[in-house]
Each structure stands twice: as structure tokens, then as C-alpha cells.
């Protein structure tokens, strides 16, 4: 018969110091940024690549780019290829979305 050794390990959880004093650990993106626009249009994020990051919406069809500085995102249609680059500023100003997939 084989010998069997069974280890016992003890997990600690870290503790969580939250960045303001009120206890609450607040991840959202920053008010005046693309992330929180991007948010604010439904999009999620979906990848990075070191130079850029790309966000989603996947019920509309919409692929959003954007690169470290965060001073402007290109928007895409996945569908057609067609696409556009906003700066934030511009980005403020879109209520929605219209593609191929979805246009209300």
C-alpha cells in the first residue's frame, strides 16, 4: 500500500485597506475619463494589449480602442469596419450608438 500524506494549509486572507477612510473601496473609473464614458454607453471592457485597450458592446456591435494616454477612442462597427475617433470631449456628447447590428 502506497503511503498517503495529507498536508493541512491555513489560508489568510489579506487585509483590504480601502483607499478612503470611509471603508469604501470604490473601483469605479475616473468621473472625467473615456472609461467612464465608455461605461456610461454600455460598453464593458474586453482586452488589453500593453499599448491599448478595447472595450465592447456586444448586443450592438460596437468595438471602442483606445491607448494609454486616454486622449481620444476609436469607435468600430464590427459588422462594416466603419468607425470613428472621438476625443473625450467629443465622447461627452454621444447618447448613443447606432451600428448595423443595432440602431433604435
Known sequence: MADVTTETTTDTAPTVTPAEPSGVLDLRPPKESVRA???????EFSSTDGTAESWRDYQRGVLATFDDSGASVTLTD???????TLTLEEL???????TMTAAD
Open 78 to 84: 464590427v459588422k462594416t469596419n466603419l468607425g470613428r
Open 37 to 43: 464614458e465608455l461605461c456610461r454607453l454600455g460598453l
Open 92 to 98: 461627452k456628447a454621444v447618447t448613443r450608438i447606432d
